[in-house]
């Protein structure tokens, strides 16, 4: 009997190493050599690298919808690459109790052309609701250690942390915070503002570096004592990756961090330069630290790489005030292509788990994350041959300011396929809303 589809003659990036090699998909899973097939693809001269899981992006709906909206976000998900992304519980109506959470399950089912995971909130108003978010199938629980910039979501200060983590470690689930001291950074703004200040340099100076590194160093004490598994998001510093290395290599606590694109493509030079599509919390730091960052990637020290897209519509993105701007970087279609123009190149096979396999292990997805038997068959066809200019055009999300809009990059992703369906093919859209909610340790 035919399986559904053969891909001939890929480059095929697996966490051992890139082979040339045929891949057999029936059942929306890999599967075994099969000679005949309903469909076959030619993939020859192209690489297939396991689908991009995005863990850490705000889609904002239901709440928000016209800051982007499930439907626009995946789209433009797929279009880089990604098979699956984990919705934050913010900036949407936050997803802090069960109803919330059905609410945001709804929109995604009816919109998402990949699949999902929706992260739940930890705040000091629903430390008795993290149970039934549990119950419901959320991912994990979003922390915000200094103030998320959103009224309806609190940050958590030290005692609802040590609590909500004991909940977490209970339930077997991992806690994700943001990493900033809301000391630090909250006088810091007081007193700039208090004298007129509202620059770019302004802005920088609000959130320094030691903002950052003094709440990682907490937030894993925390961890250490609660037996929390502990993620740190959007890490901008090498200085919190080696916080998060040594704790992890001690043993101390179960613990991991990623780190965003922009870190990796911009510095505060860029953001003197680009302005407002560039803002984001923690801010981007100097080329050094960027260098740094790229180092300690290629070193193994950082488990995945997310976008934290967070877009806004254009008018919260403009004024004089940097302060009063927006901070959030709309980026989720390009996280591939900017680790695939690193030069010199990083190896495929750590692109693979960086934007994957890493992601699938931290979060219990046994189904995900690697192009092999058994596994559901997410992948991305790119032509690495190709170098090319991002133009707003390109862009399948909603609002197309962008950063990484007239950057030069290479390889372009030519087919997304999420469980043996192409969703996106040689710039478009293909796929009518498939995605499905995925369930930590469900395959």
């Known amino acids: 009997m035919a399986i559904d589809l053969i891909i001939r003659g890929a480059k095929v990036v697996t966490p051992r190493g890139v082979v040339e090699d045929d891949l057999y998909i029936d059942g929306g899973k890999f599967v075994d050599a099969a000679t005949t097939a309903t469909q076959t693809i030619n993939a020859e001269g192209l690489t297939a690298f396991p689908g991009l899981i995005d863990s850490h992006v705000h889609y904002n709906e239901p709440g928000r919808p016209e800051w982007e909206g499930i439907a626009t976000g995946s789209s433009a998900l797929a279009a880089g690459g990604g098979t699956c992304f984990f919705d934050m519980p913010l900036n949407s109506h936050p997803t802090l109790d069960g109803p919330s959470f059905d609410l945001k399950l709804g929109s995604a089912k009816a919109s998402a052309v990949t699949d999902f995971a929706l992260w739940g909130g930890l705040t000091p108003i629903n430390l008795d609701r993290m149970e039934e978010l549990a119950a419901r199938g ?197 996280t591939l292509a900017i680790l695939l123009s690193r030069d010199p190149k990083l190896p495929r096979e750590l692109i693979g788990r960086l934007i994957a396999t890493n992601v699938a292990s931290r979060y219990q997805l046994p189904s995900k994350g690697q192009i092999a038997i058994g596994f559901d068959a997410d992948l991305s066809l790119v032509d690495e041959s190709v170098s090319y200019e991002l133009k707003r055009e390109d862009l399948l999300n909603r609002h197309k300011l962008s950063p990484y809009v007239g950057q030069t990059y290479h390889g372009r992703v030519k087919r997304t396929i999420v469980r043996g369906t192409t969703v996106f093919v040689d710039g478009q859209i293909v796929s009518s809303p498939i995605g499905r909610l995925l369930r930590p340790g469900v395959a």
């Not at 993620?231 to 613990?255: F, P």
């Not at 407002?276 to 923690?282: D, I, L, R, T």
């Open 138 to 334: 959320v991912i994990g629980f979003k922390a915000f250690m200094s103030h998320s910039g959103i009224p309806d979501f609190e940050h958590a200060d030290d005692l609802t942390l040590y609590r909500g983590m004991k909940i977490a470690a209970k339930l077997g689930l991992p806690v994700a915070v943001h990493a900033e001291s809301d000391v630090i950074t909250g006088k810091l703004t007081a007193e700039i503002r208090n004298r007129g200040g509202k620059s770019i340099d302004d802005y920088l100076a609000s959130r320094p570096i030691v903002a950052e590194v003094e709440a990682i160093a907490r937030a894993i004490i925390l961890a250490e004592e609660t037996g929390c598994k502990l993620h740190i998001v959007h890490v901008s510093t090498s200085r919190g990756v080696e916080l998060v290395r040594r704790s992890a290599a001690a043993q101390q606590c179960d613990v991991t961090c990623e780190t965003c694109p922009h870190y990796l493509a911009f510095n505060e030079n860029d953001m003197r330069r680009l302005g407002a599509a560039v803002k984001c919390a923690p801010p981007l730091r100097t080329a050094g630290e960027s260098e740094e960052m790229w180092q300690d990637l290629a070193d193994g020290k950082i488990a995945f790489v997310a976008s934290d897209h967070s877009p806004a519509p254009a008018s919260m993105k403009q004024g004089d005030d940097f302060f009063a701007i927006w901070g959030g970087i709309a980026g989720v279609q390009s």
